[in-house]
């Protein structure tokens, strides 16, 4: 059984099913920016990233009676609305611009599965800064390559997604990226994290 990280959440969750609609602005405060983060991260815009994010909240407290603390952590119970709805306004677009084409759904939702604990916030934060340090460096003697690895891993695009935003094809993507890991892999394993 899974335990939900945050102690408070529970109570919150049970004064809100009480009556009390400011526990949920609680919650709203403690998730929101995760929440657009992963519209954003999946392809929205940021208006209707926000929209998209007030939208999932929507659907939260509507089925707030739903969560269960012993069955899932909040934040992934968040992740699962958030997803559907993501899933929904893809499907309303035309097939050229669909989602599963051009964005990769895991790496979006990884801003939405957070860390579990405070330890485990500073580790990554120190990992993201040495990553971020690499980057730079590689930005330096290759900006093409920097910019395919932002591109995919910041903006979450497929390789399909890549070759139809830079004009290449999806093979030489495929190339460049390999290349690219590798110089990141060695900068990151000369800063001890791999």
Not at 42 to 67: K, V, Y
Not at 90 to 100: L, N, S, V
Not at 165 to 184: D, F, M, N
């Amino acid at each position: 059984m899974a335990s939900d990280p945050d102690p408070d959440i529970s109570t919150l969750v049970a004064r809100c099913l009480d009556g009390e609609r400011d526990a949920f602005w609680e919650i709203h405060q403690a998730h929101a920016a995760a929440v657009a983060a992963f519209f954003r991260r999946s392809g929205f815009d940021t208006a209707l990233a926000d929209d998209l994010a007030q939208e999932t909240f929507l659907r939260a407290w509507r089925s707030l009676n739903t969560f269960d603390a012993n069955k899932a952590n909040f934040r992934t119970w968040l992740a699962a609305i958030a997803r559907n709805v993501a899933r929904r306004e893809w499907r309303r677009r035309p097939a050229t611009e669909r989602y599963d084409t051009l964005f990769d759904e895991n790496l979006a939702a990884d801003v939405l599965a957070g860390p579990d604990d405070f330890a485990d916030h500073l580790a990554q934060a120190e990992t993201l800064a040495g990553l971020n340090d690499c980057i730079e460096r590689l930005a330096s003697r290759d900006d093409d390559a920097a910019t395919l690895i932002r591109l995919r891993y910041v903006d979450a695009l497929t390789t399909r997604g890549l070759a139809a935003r830079l004009g290449i094809p999806e093979s030489t993507v495929r190339l460049k990226l390999a290349q690219a890991h590798g110089q990141l892999e060695k900068c990151m394993k000369t800063k001890g994290f791999l």
